[in-house]
């Protein structure tokens, strides 16, 4: 079975602009899971997707903000970016929240 | 929320040691991984072990429930194992948490 990806892999924005990062899971895995990593915080959650639904929320502004497609896929978008966003974006997915199998993530940086 | 805290934050050690890193958290979880992330960022699952002891090859974990806490054992470490090891926990139908990590290095 493929594993978690993630694009892109890399990406440079500028204050004030708006990204979009995108989660393709595990086939047949319904939950997807996202989340920011940083030096200063750690890992921190940011949203659950299962099966279309936002199921769990991080303490994230709502410039963070994502969602699930039919075929399990994810995206998120963050808008005006922060020079605080610089981190790297990692999703996982599982079957119900059970095991997590990571993606490589995306490594954002603001400028 | 829950508290997770993993210890030591820094292990350095010779090829071939052996070594424990230990999880406790703040309340009953029914979901705890470790996780290692090697020095590219990558996330590798290791063990979901909310209960019980399992081992995969030279690596092994327990986690005794009823007392909150996780072990993680490696044993006759190589440099490979070096990267930093989290372990993550949840309560049911909850977000994984985790905790701040142990950094390793392993020199030959």
């Known amino acids: 079975k493929a594993g978690v990806t993630q694009t892109p892999r890399y990406l440079i924005k500028t204050r004030g602009q708006q990204v979009t990062l995108s989660c393709s899971p595990i086939?047949?895995?319904?939950?997807v899971s996202w989340y920011q990593q940083t030096p200063g915080q750690g890992l921190q959650f940011l949203f659950e997707y299962f099966s279309e639904t936002q199921r769990n929320k991080g303490n994230f502004p709502g410039r963070f903000s994502g969602r699930q497609f039919s075929n399990s896929r994810s995206e998120m978008n963050v808008s005006t970016l922060e020079l605080g966003d610089s981190a790297l974006y990692l999703c996982?997915?599982?079957?119900?929240?059970?095991?997590?199998?990571f993606g490589p993530g995306t490594r954002l940086t603001v400028l | 929320g829950i508290q997770v805290e993993q210890s030591p934050p820094d292990l350095i050690l010779q090829e071939g040691a052996n070594s424990t890193l230990r999880c406790n958290f703040s309340d009953s979880v029914n979901n705890l991984q470790w996780f290692h992330q090697n020095p590219w960022g990558q996330l590798i699952n290791l063990f979901y072990?909310?209960?019980g002891t399992k081992q995969n090859g030279r690596l092994s974990a327990t986690t005794v429930a009823t007392e909150r806490y996780s072990l993680l054992y490696i044993s006759s470490s190589q440099t490979t194992d070096s990267g930093v090891y989290f372990c993550a926990v949840a309560a049911p139908t909850d977000k994984l948490i985790f905790g701040t990590g142990t950094r390793l290095q392993v020199f030959p």
């Open positions: 072990i909310p209960s």
């Open positions: 086939s047949g895995h319904r939950s």
């Open positions: 996982a997915s599982s079957l119900d929240l059970d095991t997590q199998y």
